[in-house]
């Protein structure tokens, strides 16, 4: 028997077991520094290409001088390029991949299921409903930004509350998601109406151009800011408690028994995640399948477990939206579309993994 | 430590499935909850452990209610050893027997090397240290059902929970679940475990609680409860139970259900 053969070995595993541990945190530092020298990697590109070329070296040039007060010995027009447009892009870019990255590996735990991504309780319709109609009302940037966001919030508490009166106070993961399937889809129709009653020749591109995602919107510095503070609120929570996330991921009843009150935890990974995910698509429009594949992506690199699960997927979710954004901007004479992309490249990817055959990472 | 389950009603919301059940188990004994399907063992066995709210009656840790207790508090008192199951992620079996350390950390931090001593402890105790890094979601489901055993030890609770532990296990790794069930209890844990073969609490020696239909049940020592006539009120078969003596001269009792 399987059991009885393999207990002979069982001692000498024994003493092999502090190096294994060692050597296994070893591996996972520099697995994290592999994929932050990747980004800054990345990062450099994402300075250098777009339709004004900047070489790299004359943006150190222009970092050092604009830090230190240096006379200004470079071309105006490129230090506007790199200080408000191209940079801030980037700075988002970085912001809403990880972002998304991190409230689909949440979700994914929560849910107890690899193949949600973070608008299963509706935030990205209630989000794309929002800003249609801020599109609709002639709202600006900011406007639409808000409207975006208070939208994507308010569908997720909609679907939080419906599902507790389906539940009768104890909501079930099965009636949350149930529910959430009925909100995204009320919002999804909402927004074809103020798709069909917005002009056809501004409006109505405006807001599909909208709903594709893009990044090349408004880059100025509050921008930045207005992304920046309910990101790190919503991401610092969530880091902090990862490590819980596996027990959630067993299920409610097991992480109740080993001590854990799932309620309020539930409730927190819930709020963070849908914080990150209305943030992140106020300012990007709907950015589809980074939620789904980084935290594959990551699991497949780190493994499973949430304590490096979801600082890999910040890495590799920043680095992923950076590079699409690059291609986005760069690769012909007009934009493209955030969420085409991410699809194209999303979709072959997600095909490998089952390609691959791991179950057990999938 | 002694749990004393008091004239518990329990059921789901309003809807009472048992009502009246008496039982305790101290330290060092094994309680087995045997019943037909849909009787209400697993209704028990939650509201035992917390999951579903107490209609009435009391549940009791050494005299106390466990009823204000925290989820941490109850937890680092009970463990529970669900039945062996895939989860969604592939974590390495240590992983999983570490998350018996969330009762006993702050509400931010995550395992130091002390609980990672304290989990490979657990596996050493059970004999699974081979397990160790491999995948939970790879290996057999009598080995996933050890290393659940082992998640709940490295809990440190006084009292263990175990729902049909040998559930799915083939014939062999049935009655190794059952050695270290009888270790464990020799080593001071109190045992509440259902299984759905009689034999079990012979070979678990200790107490019985036999759930029956329309809310009757028989509370004892094994050998008094479990009797010809009590499984055939309970199950509605014809059973004989027989000593059969074994070669060193000590006889094993045995229950063989009859089928004509």
């Known amino acids: 028997m399987e059991y009885v053969k393999k207990g002979v070995i069982e001692s000498s595993d024994v003493l092999l077991k502090p190096d294994s541990y060692r050597s296994s945190s070893r591996k996972k530092a520099s697995i994290l520094t592999v994929l932050a020298a990747v980004l800054i990697a990345v990062i450099c590109i994402s300075v250098t290409v777009g339709r004004y070329s900047v070489p790299l070296s004359e943006m150190m040039h222009i970092l050092w001088g604009k830090l230190f007060g240096a006379t200004p010995a470079w071309s105006l027009s490129v ?32 849910f107890k299921n690899p193949m949600v991504s973070p608008d299963i309780l509706g935030v990205s319709s209630g989000a794309g409903f929002g800003a249609s109609l801020a599109i609709l009302f002639s709202f600006g940037t900011i406007g639409i930004q808000l409207a975006a966001f208070g939208f994507g919030l308010g569908a997720v508490i909609l679907t939080f509350f419906i599902s507790a009166i389906i539940g009768r106070g104890k909501s079930s993961i099965l009636v949350l998601v149930l529910t959430g399937m009925v909100i995204s889809t009320l919002f999804a129709s909402f927004t ?17 151009y909208w709903l594709m995602g893009s990044l090349a919107r408004s880059t100025s510095l ?17 880091f902090l408690i990862r490590w819980k996330l596996n027990v959630l ?52 690199i780190a493994g499973p477990n949430y304590k490096m699960l979801l600082p890999t997927s910040i890495l590799i979710g920043s680095a992923f939206l950076l590079l699409v954004d690059d291609i986005a901007r760069s690769a012909f004479a007009v934009e493209i579309p955030l969420s085409i992309l991410t699809s194209l490249i999303g979709a072959p990817f997600f095909l490998y993994l089952l390609l691959q055959g791991r179950k057990a990472w999938i | 430590m002694k ?101 006993h950390l702050g509400a931010l931090s995550s395992p130091s090397g002390k609980d990672v001593k304290i989990a490979d402890e657990s596996l050493d105790s059970l004999g699974i240290s081979y397990l160790r890094d491999r995948i939970y979601t790879e290996i057999s489901g009598g080995e996933r059902q050890m290393v659940l055993i082992a998640r709940a030890l490295t809990q440190k609770p006084d009292i263990l929970v175990m729902d049909e532990p040998t559930s799915n296990l083939d014939f062999g790794n049935q009655i190794k679940v059952l050695k270290q069930v009888n270790r464990l209890a020799e080593r001071g844990l109190g045992i509440v475990m259902t299984t759905h073969f009689p034999n079990h609490a012979f070979q678990c020696p200790g107490k019985v609680v036999l759930l029956q239909r329309n809310n009757r049940f028989v509370y004892g020592e094994a050998d008094e409860v479990v009797t010809e006539n ?30 004509n």
């Not at chain 1, 992304?227 to 610092?236: K, W, Y």
């Not at chain 2, 045997?34 to 939650?46: C, D, Q, S, Y």
């Open chain 1, 79 to 110: 230090e506007t390029v790199l200080l408000h447009v191209r940079i801030p892009r980037i700075i988002k870019a970085l912001l809403v991949g990880g972002a998304l990255a991190v409230s689909g590996a949440a979700y994914q735990g929560l």
């Open chain 1, 249 to 300: 991921s067993f299920g409610e009843e097991e992480a109740q028994a080993l001590g854990i009150n799932t309620t309020s935890l539930r409730l927190l990974v819930i709020g963070c995640a849908t914080l990150l995910t209305a943030s992140a698509i106020s300012v990007s429009g709907m950015v589809g399948w980074i939620g789904l594949i980084i935290p594959h992506a990551a699991r497949l």
């Open chain 1, 222 to 238: 509050k921008d930045i800011i207005i992304l920046l503070v309910p990101v790190l609120v919503g991401s610092i929570p969530l």
């Open chain 2, 230 to 259: 009590h499984l055939r009120a309970a199950y509605g078969i014809d059973v004989v139970i027989k000593d059969i003596m074994l070669p060193g001269g000590n006889a094993v009792r045995s229950c063989v259900p009859l089928i």
């Open chain 1, 192 to 208: 074809s109406m103020t798709k069909y009653l917005a002009d056809t020749e501004n409006k109505l591109p405006d807001i599909t």
């Open chain 2, 3 to 103: 749990l004393e389950i008091k004239n518990v009603s329990c059921g789901y919301g309003s809807k009472v499935v048992l009502s009246g059940v008496s039982m305790e188990v101290n330290s060092g004994e094994i309680l087995s909850l045997l019943g037909p399907n849909g009787v209400g063992k697993t209704t028990l066995f939650k509201t035992m452990l917390g999951f579903l709210k107490l209609i009435d009656g009391e549940i009791l840790l050494d005299g106390q209610d466990v009823r204000s207790w925290s989820r941490k508090k109850l937890a680092g008192a009970i463990g529970y050893v669900p039945q062996a199951h895939t989860p969604p992620f592939p974590f390495s079996v240590i992983d999983v027997v570490l998350m018996g350390r969330v009762a």
